[in-house]
């Protein structure tokens, strides 16, 4: 049994023997692990050249602890019936000490080493061509003794470094895309200095130049122009100097280019760096389109849309062209133009006003082409006014007829009872017809412009005299009137309680079906209106015309506005001024009952004058 017992503590003092030789003591009553983290106390880093001892105050024994400077710690095993003191030093720093005289299954040391001299640098990087802040990365090396130190810099503010021990330091500054930047400082015992290191960093870049060559030519390609962008898609500036192209780029990262010309294919490309420093880009031509465009044109009379004879001339900031003559009975004018240069495309004829438009031509049309329509517009119509007996509609052929403008008198063409003369649009014009046994005709026409044929027919109905004085008639072609109608009386009575906004219905003034020739047997019930105005001096009015909704309504618009004119310029003749008198002409607009019958039709087609003033 006792042997037994003495093999038993052997082996034990055998075990713990080993283990004091293996990394520090270890406890075979439990783990009783020793954790000593050691970092600098300015910039919370791995401390160089650091020596950690473990003192076993029992035993009197010193085993050293391995530093992991990733984890900034050392780490072993405690006996839990001895004591220890923890000894750690580095060159530079306050050496540390710490009495472990309770030892617990978790033991976790923390040391901070204050530095023996307080030196201070500021750490700061800047980019030398923008003056702008850059992060940065400081090595800060001490070659005496081998440490060395990595401080990242930020952009946004300075980094401060603390240094150590006396000595000679280097401080290297390093950025990607820059070139490094290195510097001493001397720092002497027991000294106390703010330092300063700022560098400005010069980019490490390299000036390429372009050379855009035609691939088939291998000329030069005219007026090309290069981006360059990075690996962010961020285009990067070049220097364009006449006839060069060059570009500053980083010695790192990769690039992309885009190149492009008139009447050239773009190219894009991956950017070398070749040796030479000389970027060469070939282009292709583009397969060129047909440059020029046959063309044809053909005058015609903007009111009849017959073809006419015309001179043509086009003119370009290139070349001035002599006129090209053509007749109705050969109207086109046909000539080459070159696409995408603009014109000035000048028509001229006799009688008309003169065209001018420019004119380009942007991409060729497909054959046939078709001659171009050119309007002119007339500056004067043929109008033909015939004249008639207004109670018999019989032909008389007037001993006088005259048309003048102003004073000027206008030459006439005349055949049997049609007199024939070229009025312009727009103008007035006075117009005095005479014949024995008739009243003098005397009126002002305001001639618009024509929209169609019958606009250019005009009627003049003379009434005979008798010994009763009768009302002048309009100035349009009349039906022979009802025997009723030629003998009926004038009503002498007025219109009474008018008032203003109220519309009153004209019901027995008549005109010819689409026309705005007025009958006779109108006029007993516009001389009443005349009396009306003449006994209230303050009454204005305006004569509405409205039709029904047969026909074109742009036409029915037009009678209606010529039908309330004849009746203003009735009033007129009667003595009335045409300042209280407006004429407006509501077409189809405002009809009093739907145009669903004949009898609703009737009721539609009607003249009132309404109350403005009174």
């Not at 397969?287 to 003119?315: C, E, G, H, S, Y």
């Given at each position: 049994?006792?042997?037994?017992?003495?093999?038993?503590?052997?082996l034990?003092?055998?075990?713990?023997?080993?283990?004091?030789?293996?990394?520090g003591?270890?406890?075979?009553?439990?783990?009783?692990?020793?954790?000593?983290?050691?970092?600098?106390?300015?910039?919370?880093?791995?401390?160089?050249?650091?020596?950690?001892?473990?003192?076993?105050?029992?035993?009197?024994?010193?085993?050293?602890?391995?530093?992991?400077?990733?984890?900034?710690?050392?780490?072993?095993?405690?006996?839990?019936?001895?004591?220890?003191?923890?000894?750690?030093?580095?060159?530079?720093?306050?050496?540390?000490?710490?009495?472990?005289?309770?030892?617990?299954?978790?033991?976790?040391?923390?040391?901070?080493?204050?530095?023996?001299?307080?030196?201070?640098?500021?750490?700061?990087?800047?980019?030398?061509?923008?003056?702008?802040?850059?992060?940065?990365?400081?090595?800060?090396?001490?070659?005496?003794?081998?440490?060395?130190?990595?401080?990242?810099?930020?952009v946004?503010?300075?980094t401060?470094?603390?240094?150590?021990?006396p000595?000679?330091?280097?401080?290297?500054?390093?950025?990607?895309?820059?070139?490094?930047?290195?510097?001493?400082?001397?720092?002497?015992e027991?000294?106390?200095?703010?330092?300063?290191?700022?560098?400005?960093?010069?980019?490490?870049?390299?000036?390429?130049?372009?050379?855009v060559?035609?691939?088939?030519?291998?000329?030069?390609?005219?007026?090309?122009?290069?981006?360059?962008?990075?690996e962010?898609?961020?285009?990067?500036?070049?220097?364009?100097?006449?006839?060069?192209?060059?570009?500053?780029?980083?010695?790192?990262?990769?690039?992309?280019?885009?190149?492009?010309?008139?009447?050239?294919?773009?190219v894009?490309?991956?950017?070398?760096?070749?040796?030479?420093?000389?970027?060469?880009?070939?282009?292709?031509?583009?397969?060129?389109?047909?440059?020029?465009?046959?063309?044809?044109?053909?005058?015609?009379?903007?009111?009849?849309?017959?073809?006419?004879?015309?001179?043509?001339?086009?003119?370009?900031a290139?070349?001035?062209?002599?006129?090209?003559?053509?007749?109705?009975?050969?109207?086109e004018?046909?000539?080459?133009?070159?696409?995408?240069?603009?014109?000035?495309?000048?028509?001229?004829?006799?009688?008309?006003?003169?065209?001018?438009?420019?004119?380009?031509?942007?991409?060729?049309?497909?054959?046939?082409?078709?001659?171009?329509?050119?309007?002119?517009?007339?500056?004067?119509?043929?109008?033909?006014?015939?004249?008639?007996?207004?109670?018999?509609?019989?032909?008389?052929?007037?001993?006088?007829?005259?048309?003048?403008?102003?004073?000027?008198?206008?030459a006439?063409?005349?055949?049997?009872n049609?007199?024939?003369?070229?009025?312009?649009?727009?103008?007035?014009?006075?117009?005095?017809?005479?014949?024995?046994?008739?009243?003098?005709?005397?009126?002002?026409?305001?001639?618009?412009?024509?929209?169609?044929p019958?606009?250019?027919?005009?009627?003049?109905?003379?009434?005979?005299?008798?010994?009763?004085?009768?009302?002048?008639?309009?100035?349009?072609?009349?039906?022979?009137?009802?025997?009723?109608?030629?003998?009926?009386?004038?009503?002498?009575?007025?219109?009474e309680?008018?008032?203003?906004?109220?519309?009153?219905?004209?019901?027995n003034?008549?005109?010819?079906?689409?026309?705005?020739?007025?009958?006779?047997?109108?006029?007993?019930?516009?001389?009443?209106?005349?009396?009306?105005?003449?006994?209230?001096?303050?009454?204005?009015?305006?004569?509405?015309?409205?039709?029904?909704?047969?026909?074109?309504?742009?036409l029915?618009?037009?009678?209606?506005?010529?039908?309330?004119?004849?009746?203003?310029?009735?009033?007129?003749?009667?003595?009335?001024?045409?300042?209280?008198?407006?004429?407006?002409?509501?077409?189809?607009?405002?009809?009093?009952?739907?145009?669903?019958?004949?009898?609703?039709?009737?009721?539609?087609?009607?003249?009132?004058?309404?109350?403005?003033?009174?």
């Amino acid at each position: 049994m006792k042997k037994w017992l003495l093999l038993l503590l052997a082996l034990l003092a055998l075990h713990h023997s080993k283990a004091q030789k293996n990394n520090g003591l270890t406890s075979v009553f439990g783990e009783n692990r020793l954790v000593v983290r050691v970092v600098d106390a300015e910039i919370d880093q791995a401390v160089p050249g650091l020596k950690i001892i473990l003192q076993d105050e029992t035993t009197g024994q010193s085993t050293p602890l391995p530093y992991d400077p990733k984890m900034m710690s050392a780490r072993t095993r405690l006996d839990p019936t001895h004591r220890y003191t923890v000894a750690v030093d580095a060159p530079g720093y306050t050496p540390y000490r710490k009495y472990i005289d309770k030892i617990l299954n978790e033991n976790e040391v923390g040391v901070h080493l204050t530095r023996k001299v307080q030196s201070l640098v500021t750490l700061a990087a800047t980019d030398k061509l923008t003056q702008k802040p850059i992060a940065a990365i400081f090595t800060i090396m001490l070659p005496a003794t081998g440490q060395s130190f990595i401080v990242k810099g930020k952009v946004e503010l300075d980094t401060l470094f603390v240094f150590g021990m006396p000595g000679t330091y280097q401080i290297e500054a390093t950025s990607p895309g820059y070139h490094a930047f290195k510097k001493e400082f001397v720092i002497g015992e027991k000294e106390l200095k703010a330092l300063s290191f700022k560098p400005a960093l010069e980019p490490a870049v390299t000036e390429y130049t372009f050379l855009v060559v035609d691939k088939n030519q291998r000329s030069v390609v005219p007026n090309a122009t290069v981006k360059i962008f990075d690996e962010n898609k961020n285009p990067v500036n070049l220097s364009n100097t006449p006839g060069k192209l060059t570009v500053l780029l980083p010695d790192v990262g990769n690039f992309t280019y885009e190149a492009m010309a008139a009447e050239y294919l773009p190219v894009r490309g991956t950017l070398d760096r070749p040796a030479s420093r000389l970027i060469e880009v070939g282009m292709s031509r583009r397969q060129t389109p047909p440059q020029t465009q046959t063309i044809a044109f053909v005058a015609q009379d903007a009111f009849t849309k017959k073809p006419i004879a015309a001179r043509f001339r086009l003119n370009s900031a290139n070349t001035n062209t002599s006129a090209t003559v053509t007749t109705a009975a050969n109207p086109e004018f046909g000539t080459e133009l070159k696409l995408k240069q603009p014109y000035l495309l000048e028509v001229e004829s006799d009688g008309y006003t003169t065209y001018a438009a420019p004119i380009t031509l942007d991409a060729p049309e497909t054959e046939p082409i078709k001659p171009r329509v050119v309007l002119l517009e007339p500056l004067t119509y043929e109008v033909r006014f015939t004249i008639l007996d207004a109670v018999s509609m019989k032909p008389i052929d007037p001993a006088s007829f005259k048309v003048g403008e102003g004073s000027k008198a206008l030459a006439l063409q005349r055949a049997g009872n049609v007199r024939t003369v070229s009025l312009a649009s727009g103008k007035e014009y006075g117009i005095r017809v005479g014949q024995p046994g008739y009243e003098l005709f005397e009126r002002t026409l305001t001639f618009d412009k024509p929209t169609g044929p019958r606009d250019l027919l005009k009627s003049i109905l003379l009434s005979p005299l008798k010994a009763e004085a009768k009302p002048t008639p309009a100035l349009q072609v009349a039906p022979t009137p009802t025997p009723s109608a030629a003998t009926a009386k004038v009503d002498e009575t007025v219109f009474e309680n008018l008032k203003v906004g109220e519309a009153v219905r004209l019901e027995n003034v008549y005109f010819d079906q689409s026309s705005y020739i007025l009958r006779k047997e109108s006029y007993p019930q516009l001389d009443k209106l005349a009396q009306t105005l003449k006994v209230n001096s303050k009454l204005k009015i305006e004569i509405a015309g409205h039709t029904d909704n047969v026909g074109d309504a742009r036409l029915n618009q037009y009678l209606s506005e010529n039908r309330a004119r004849v009746i203003t310029s009735y009033l007129a003749q009667k003595g009335i001024s045409r300042s209280r008198l407006f004429a407006k002409g509501y077409g189809q607009t405002k009809p009093v009952t739907a145009n669903d019958t004949e009898a609703n039709k009737a009721q539609n087609r009607r003249v009132e004058f309404v109350v403005i003033e009174n």
